[in-house]
Nanobody, 125 residues
Framework: VQLVESGGGSVQAGGSLRLSCVAS????????MSWFRQAPGKEREGVAT????????YYSDSVKGRFTISQDNAKNTLYLQMNSLKPEDAGMYYC????????????????????WGQGTQVTVS
């Protein structure tokens, strides 16, 4: 399985970006499909998840109300719409997926995922 992210870039604070993650197999295969981010010198953190085909979504408190995760299962694609971007949103954004059914609370744990994309860089100035 491969995940390929795109859509990162450089924006001014208050701007928007839309990230995409294309999976090499059906997104219905995955229990969790999520976005993580990692800033220099910091741990990788969960940003948002779509669970069980995107029927349920969760967000980190830091992005709630500004970011929206969605899936187009017909296109095997996961999206992250990011609005009202702040400098603290900057970092490398990774798409991650897991087929293992587990507690919903586990969505933000790096250890819950077996498949990762290569990342796409987001810069906010």
């Amino acid at each position: 399985v491969q995940l390929v992210e795109s859509g990162g870039g450089s924006v001014q604070a208050g701007g928007s970006l839309r990230l995409s993650c294309v999976a090499s197999e059906s997104t219905y295969t995955f229990f969790f499909m999520s976005w993580f981010r990692q800033a220099p010198g910091k741990e990788r953190e969960g940003v948002a998840t779509g669970i069980d085909g995107g029927l349920t979504t969760y967000y980190s408190d830091s992005v709630k109300g500004r970011f929206t995760i969605s899936q187009d299962n017909a296109k095997n694609t996961l999206y992250l719409q990011m609005n009202s971007l702040k400098p603290e949103d900057a970092g490398m954004y990774y798409c991650a997926a897991s087929s293992r059914v587990t507690r919903y609370d586990d969505w933000s744990k790096v250890s819950a995922y077996s498949v990762w994309g290569q990342g796409t860089q987001v810069t906010v100035s």
